[in-house]
């Protein structure tokens, strides 16, 4: 912040303005063309069905959050530890490599349907293992290009010092990393919600936000499967704001 | 250090160090170079871009391994040398971790080491005042101008009190103000520790104003030409005049004759001989 501040007009008003006349423009388009609800429904009565729902759309937002959470620390998990075993051993790197780009180019949620009849469709652990896979892949990368970020200068000073692999990976490899980890981690927290939202509408339990849209629309209830998706927008949102925040704090001295 | 005279701080025994080309015979950086270098004492080597001499202090470091030859420091092979941790090391790049504090790379070392907490933090204020920066323990890296980067650099490379300090162009990268303050600290600091010191530069008057001898390296193969003694006493009595002295300016003159003496015999490969070395 040591440059001008740009002001409060600027960075707050200036968005909130731009907002509210989009959504003037867009609720005077409909009514004004007719639009029918099942094409793009009103704001005002998105805002209506979302206020007037509160309570389904937060325990979807909780339903879908929690299985997005639990994928989103055991494919960071995995990631990241992945990663570290693979930077420590060229071999298990060269070996993992073709499997993991396998991975990214698999679209993940289409994984679903196999995953729950491995897993019953009554359990959510179909989607939370949809969210942790979808992770897994940018969280692992970014984390081992990360681990390769060591300057020669810091390697040789670990040499000079004698000390074991594990004390210069922890010394010197994952501070340089970490801000490459969390950048991964910033890309990873979207996509969980994403994949745990649409992992639902290839079966398993009710209650989540994804199931919820395709059961209003089915009911052409379409303002209240719009108030679902803003639902999963403030959901995703809150993800990627918590990651940026946690990476603000944590990289606050690292970042060069 | 005091009953160590009959062993020296570093013995180096004709060693050669070739880098591999793709094709080709490869590189010779280092031909046949023999050096010893007496505990206390402090042994500058100098020469062109490409004469070896970061490649020599490396391999005294261990950290990269001769072709042929052995080196032994404190009597030990260098491999062993460094793992018992006998030598502090400073390169030109301060090098320092930017997520620590000042003090806190100060004390990397120690810590690695398994120094206790008070210990460390005892020690660490002790270099800290030692360099000056007793202001600064809690600020970070990028919140210190180059020169104090490098004193931190020093301090770290102090932090064990090593009878063997290894310096490849710390100051390089300083402007002459700071690199002349530099280096009276780091005289100030060679008296007060007794160690001893390789110390590797391409400015020919940083080479005479710190060292008892100045190792003149030649390039292509890196060999070692001559080596000047410069006898201007001990370093506790070496200050900020001495840069007046007529035998500072003896041995700059002697210095620099040997880096230029084969320009004049007019060798064609050694024309760009003395390139990159500072006369100022």
Request: hydrophobic share 50%.
């Amino acid at each position: 912040m040591r440059t001008a501040q740009p002001g409060l007009v600027q960075t707050v008003l200036a968005p909130i303005v731009f907002g509210v006349a989009v959504i003037l423009l867009w609720q005077g388009l409909v009514t004004g063309l007719a639009i029918k609800a099942f094409i793009l429904p009103a704001p005002f009565a998105i805002g209506a069905e979302f206020a007037g729902n509160l309570n389904n759309v937060a325990g979807g937002m909780v339903v879908t959050g929690r299985n997005s959470l639990i994928g989103l620390v055991i494919g960071a998990v995995l990631g990241i530890a992945l990663a570290i075993v693979a930077a420590l051993a060229r071999l298990l790197d060269e070996m993992a490599a073709p499997i993991v780009a396998a991975l990214s180019v698999v679209p993940i949620v289409a994984l679903a349907p196999v995953l729950y009849t491995m897993f019953g469709a009554g359990a959510e652990t179909a989607r939370q293992l949809v969210a942790a896979l979808a992770v897994f892949v940018p969280v692992y990368f970014n984390t081992l290009k990360g681990l390769r970020q060591v300057r020669p200068v810091h390697r040789d000073l670990m040499r000079a010092y004698a000390v074991t692999g594990w004390q210069a990976t922890r010394a010197v490899t994952l501070p340089t990393a970490l801000p490459y980890v969390f950048t991964g981690l910033r890309v990873a927290s979207s996509l969980a919600v994403i994949s745990a939202l649409i992992a639902e509408y290839f079966g398993g339990p009710v209650g989540g936000l994804g199931k919820s849209i395709t059961s209003a629309a089915s009911s052409s209830n379409y303002g209240l499967a719009w108030a679902y998706v803003l639902g999963s927008i403030i959901l995703g949102l809150a993800f990627y704001c918590a990651a940026l925040i946690v990476e603000k704090l944590v990289t606050r001295r690292s970042g060069g | 250090m005091t009953n160590t005279t009959s062993v020296p701080a570093v013995d180096v025994h004709s060693v050669s160090r070739i880098f591999a080309a793709r094709k080709g015979p490869g590189v010779t950086a280092l031909d046949d170079v023999s050096l010893t270098v007496a505990p206390g004492e402090f042994v500058s080597l100098i020469g062109p871009s490409g004469c070896g001499k970061s490649t020599l202090l490396r391999l005294v470091a261990d950290l990269d391994v001769p072709t042929s030859g052995s080196i032994e420091v404190f009597g030990k092979p260098a491999r062993r040398a460094r793992i018992d941790q006998s030598y502090g090391i400073a390169f030109q790049q301060a090098g320092l971790l930017p997520w620590r504090t000042v003090a806190g790379n100060i004390e990397l070392p120690l810590e690695l080491h398994g120094v206790g907490k008070a210990a460390r933090r005892g020690r660490a204020a002790e270099l800290i005042a030692l360099v000056g920066l007793s202001d600064f323990a809690s600020h970070y890296p990028d919140q210190l101008s180059g020169g104090m980067q490098q004193r931190v650099a020093i301090a770290r490379s102090l932090a064990e009190s090593p009878s063997l300090l290894l310096m490849d162009e710390p100051f390089g990268a300083l402007d002459e103000m700071t690199r002349e303050r530099m280096q009276n600290e780091l005289v100030r600091i060679c008296a007060e520790t007794q160690a001893a010191v390789v110390f590797v530069t391409h400015s020919i008057p940083e080479a005479v104003f710190l060292s008892n001898r100045v190792v003149v390296m030649s390039p292509r193969p890196g060999r070692i030409r001559s080596i000047v003694s410069v006898g201007l006493g001990d370093m506790s009595g070496r200050g900020e005049d001495l840069r007046e002295d007529e035998g500072f300016f003896r041995s700059l003159s002697e210095v620099r004759d040997l880096l230029h003496g084969d320009e004049a015999a007019g060798a064609g490969h050694n024309q760009a001989g003395a390139r990159g070395v500072e006369t100022r």
